[in-house]
């Protein structure tokens, strides 16, 4: 039971009034505070107190794999419930029979139950308005995760006018706390290596533990924040238990972690996914799981998808006047100078038009004002190279050369497109 676990079931108390709320025994240390916090207000019962009751209908938040409630089955046999479950892991496939999903597509489930709450003109309490925005700010990266959607800023809106204490949600969000934390972040923060597959930057990790650790997803999420991979896949191995545990954060929507975890059992979302692994050499796996993502992941985006193929160029023997012309005629600020024979010299931009003119050169050579320093890159460079480029040599046009000739240009209008579309598509 996370946070936005915790969220969705206040979200759904405020809807379902005669419906009991009913505690997971897992309860995620970022969790964890806030239950412990208002436990005897929403009046949580143990799943054992479901036994030797009726149960008529059940409603399931945050998950829709049967394997994540198992707790909860084994004491309501001989009922035969009506069953809804609100989620919104859209790639998690729903294994709970004659069950009634509804999903939404939302950052967070709470946001989804939160704006049917808000829709029907129901007033919170400042304690379930806080529970609810820190479930939206846990699964959105406090709003600024890709998954992030408009009904996740209104319905985080709408609970700070209901009385959200920020102070208590960031209290909340806080997660690396204990000892065995900090001391497992350390070892991490050494162990963990860079490796690029399919051009996607992926930091992996292998670390024993003599025993099972509580708040490893909170350490995991840290180091994600700290290094800023693509994606994060940490293994630990627990040889006394014969177990390998497999946590892993995904900062990319092609790389959906649910679907490259789940062969192993493991589950979760797009961003955010696990898996535990029984009777498995922990070494063995951890060398098989990166030959895995080694075939599975989906190859990152390239400047060869993204970029112009109909450049507009000028000759190094143009003069500066003619070259002027033509950038004003295809709006451009700036041009690659090729040769006679096609190979990329120089480039030319109106900063360099503008010194010609200065010094009354106009009729010059476009060679004799050229950059010659040019900065370009192969098709297969991928969008975070082409970002390190723009930013580290202060460019605003990157060539894309193949075979010595010139194959296509990357603006930085191009990749600012490409950026903001991939918010809502690729990336």
């Known amino acids: ?27 995620h ?3 964890y505070t806030l239950y412990n916090l208002f436990e005897d207000h929403f009046g949580f019962i143990n799943p054992k107190d479901l036994a030797g ?26 009922s035969d419930p009506a069953v809804t479950i609100y989620d919104h892991h859209s790639s998690e496939k ?4 004659d069950a009634r999903l509804v999903g939404f597509p939302w950052g967070a489930n709470t946001s989804g139950l939160g704006g049917m709450v808000m829709e029907q003109g129901i007033t919170l309490k400042s304690e379930e308005a806080t529970i609810a925005l820190a479930g939206i700010y846990a699964d959105t990266g406090c709003l600024v995760y890709e998954n992030v959607k408009p009904l996740d800023l209104k319905v985080a809106a709408w609970l700070l006018e209901m009385g959200a204490s920020l102070k208590l949600v960031k209290s909340s969000l806080e997660t690396i706390k204990e000892d065995d934390q900090i001391q497992i972040l350390n070892q991490l923060l050494l162990a963990a290596r860079p490796v690029t597959i399919q051009g996607n930057e992926v930091l992996v ?3 024993e533990l003599d025993r099972q650790v509580s708040g490893l997803a909170a350490v995991i999420e840290k180091i994600t924040d700290v290094k800023n991979p693509d994606a994060y896949f940490a293994v630990f191995s627990i040889p006394r238990n014969n177990t390998v545990l497999v946590i892993a954060r995904s900062r990319r929507s092609r790389i959906d972690l649910h679907e490259i975890l789940s062969p192993y059992g ?16 922990g070494q063995r796996f951890y060398d098989e799981l990166l030959g895995y993502l080694d075939t599975s992941l989906v190859p990152a ?10 450049v507009f160029s000028v000759n190094e023997n143009q003069s500066l006047l003619d070259v002027s012309k033509y950038m004003e005629m295809v709006n451009h600020t700036g041009l690659p100078v090729l040769d006679d024979a096609g190979e990329l010299k120089g480039f030319l931009t109106l900063r360099e038009i503008m010194k010609g003119r200065k010094n009354s050169q106009m009729s010059s050579p476009a060679r004799a004002y050229m950059i010659r320093d040019v900065v370009s890159a192969p098709p297969e460079v991928t969008m975070r190279e082409i970002e390190r480029l723009f930013f580290r040599h202060h460019i605003g046009h990157l060539p894309i050369v193949k075979d010595g000739g010139l194959a296509g240009i990357v603006s930085r209008s191009d990749y600012l497109k490409t950026k903001m579309s991939r918010e809502t598509a690729e990336e």
């Open 94 to 97: 729903c294994d709970i029979l």
């Open 53 to 78: 009751h009726k149960i008529e209908n059940i409603i399931i938040v945050d998950t829709s794999n049967s394997g994540r409630i198992r707790e909860y089955l084994g004491y309501i046999r001989g």
């Open 266 to 281: 493991g589950g979760g979302h797009q961003a955010a996914a696990s898996a535990k692994i029984s009777t498995r050499d």
């Open 205 to 207: 990790s292998y670390l």
């Open 29 to 31: 240390p970022a969790a």
């Open 301 to 310: 985006l390239r400047a060869a998808d993204i970029m112009s193929r109909e």
């Open 1 to 27: 039971m996370d946070l936005d676990c915790l969220g969705s079931l206040i979200m759904v108390k405020k809807l379902f009034p005669d419906h009991t709320l009913v505690r997971s025994r897992l309860i």
